[in-house]
């Protein structure tokens, strides 16, 4: 008789697609029941997309199946089950958003905005429902790269109501304000804007929250870290050694706040030319996979300097939704594949979702 021991270690041999890791190691296999008459595999996916989740179904009944004797396979996948609230002390989570991914980087100009705009796109694009905060008050850029000018309105009860563009749920400061004004505030009108935006915006249902930081350590990101319970961060950087001396900033928050560090986007990481296509290292490469292993944390990918990615946020429409075919809107959806994979690696369990 075939135990449900064996049927796991079979399992092991199961690679989530596109990486080296087996199913097991991620988390998605939730039971196993053997019968006389049949095997049944239970997972609990990390992903929507129904074309990856029929390779890993297909890759588990043909690698079970030939376990000597194996009865027919079949495979269930079911939704994550609710986890208990939790009871130590400490922020309290979105009602109705199951994960809070925080995007930042140690310094400006790496990027990070139009990475975090990308990222939230395409993890639209995998199925998911994505909502979009700019936490970046002093740069808020994410209403220029979405194309936004509308103001959001409020409800009765003075809830504000976000704007919607490509799917996902919008609030920054740049929709309030015009893009000539300023923004020279102290710390307590920061972290007052903030709780608004995480506390006061009708979210919804929603499975991710990508919160755009300011760049660095300072009011708004201390503000987010005692206002909600992170899933984990994404730290943006590029290949020069000044830019990765500060990811060790960035990675020293997340830990002194308990968020888990999901990995490490190097952006900007090599040139490709738009007459050619040759690549050009222009601030040297590797940096950020050398900083990852330093650390001991996962590398998410790395994105070219591009010229398409620049024109197609500053016209408005990122380039994940203006070219869903290009090859780095392809490079947006594998790290958004990545950060799924690993928010299903962790042990830190999903927020409650309410409907």
Known sequence: MITPQQVLEELKKVKYPG?????????????????????????TPTTAREDVLQQIREAVIATVSQLHGAPPVTVNVTLPEQPQRRTQRG??????????????SGKGGVGKSTV?????????????????????????SIPLMLGLTERPQSTDDKQIIPLERFG?????????????????????????????????????ALDYLVLDLPPGTGDAQLTITQQVPLTGGV???????????DVKRGITMFQQVSAPVLGVIENM?????????????????????????????????????VRDIREAGDTGTPIVAAHPEHPQSHAFR????????EIGAQPVQALPTIH
């Open 168 to 204: 996902l749920k919008v609030i920054s400061l740049g929709l309030f304000i015009d893009d000539e004004t300023p923004v020279i505030w102290r710390g307590p009108m920061i972290n007052k804007l903030l709780t608004q935006f995480l506390r006061e915006v009708q979210w919804g």
């Open 91 to 104: 922020p309290a989570g979105l009602p109705g958003v199951r994960y809070i991914i925080a995007v930042a």
């Open 19 to 43: 990486f080296a890791r087996d199913i097991v190691s991620f988390g998605m296999v939730k039971d196993i029941e053997v019968g006389s008459t049949g095997i049944a595999v239970i997972l």
């Open 334 to 341: 594998a790290i958004a594949e990545r950060i799924i994979a």
């Open 269 to 305: 990481s090599y040139h490709v030319c738009s007459g050619c296509g040759d690549r050009a290292e222009l601030f040297g490469h590797g940096g950020g996979a050398a900083m990852a292993r330093q650390f001991n944390i996962p590398f998410l990918g790395e994105i070219p300097l």
């Open 116 to 140: 975090a705009a990308n990222l939230a796109l395409a993890l639209s694009g995998l199925g998911h429902r994505v909502g979009l905060l700019d936490a970046d008050v002093y740069g808020p």
């Open 235 to 245: 730290i943006v950087t590029t290949p020069q050694d000044v830019a990765l001396l």
